[in-house]
């Protein structure tokens, strides 16, 4: 239980680290929205773009970001009691990968995996996260606009990698919406 707590507190702090030298490199506003197992979700993140490109070919390359979000979760159905509600605050970092234009607009293809803090521990609609650390995975499409904006559409999976029983995981659909300055 005590390495638990203290694999908490040094996640918490290199999250909070993150979130504020994020904010002062960041070139990308994002809003998420979102949902799945009677669980909605809304989240806004800055993106700081890597200067890195691999694999170029084509006119394409494979690039990223970091991401650093914080989001609310309302499940609907807490401890599986219908309209019983439960809100958790969740703050993240996430690395992604991205296959994308050289231009970087046009389609894209993205794929990401991160470490999420929750403030409580999930439990609704039937699933449980017995941690409040959590990995989030994702795979995403999206269309990148002349004037830079970026709409997009990820399958999202939580899990805690199975670091502790029940880990019933957590899957959304999440609508992005960013902007580039």
Known sequence: MYRVELWGKVITASIAAALYSAAHA??????????????RIAR??????????????N?????????????????DRFQNVVGQR???TS??????FRF??????????EAGIG?????????????????????????GIGYVFPSTLDL???IQHFSNGSIKQPNDGVNLMVVRVAYQF
Do not use: C
């Not at 470490?115 to 795979?139: I, P």
């Open 26 to 39: 960041a070139d990308t506003l994002s809003v998420e929205l979102g949902g799945g197992n009677q669980t």
């Open 44 to 57: 806004i993140s800055l993106q700081s773009k890597w200067d890195a490109q691999w694999w170029r070919s």
């Open 59 to 75: 006119g394409t390359h494979i690039g990223g970001y970091w991401d650093f979000s914080l989001a609310q979760w309302r499940g």
């Open 86 to 88: 439960q809100n958790i």
């Open 91 to 96: 703050v993240s970092i996430t690395p992604v």
């Open 100 to 109: 994308q234009n050289n231009t970087l607009k046009g389609f894209y293809v």
């Open 115 to 139: 470490a999420h803090l929750l403030s409580e521990l999930y439990n609704n609609n039937g699933h449980r996260l017995s941690t409040s650390f959590q990995f989030g995975d994702h795979l």
């Open 152 to 154: 997009g559409l990820r």
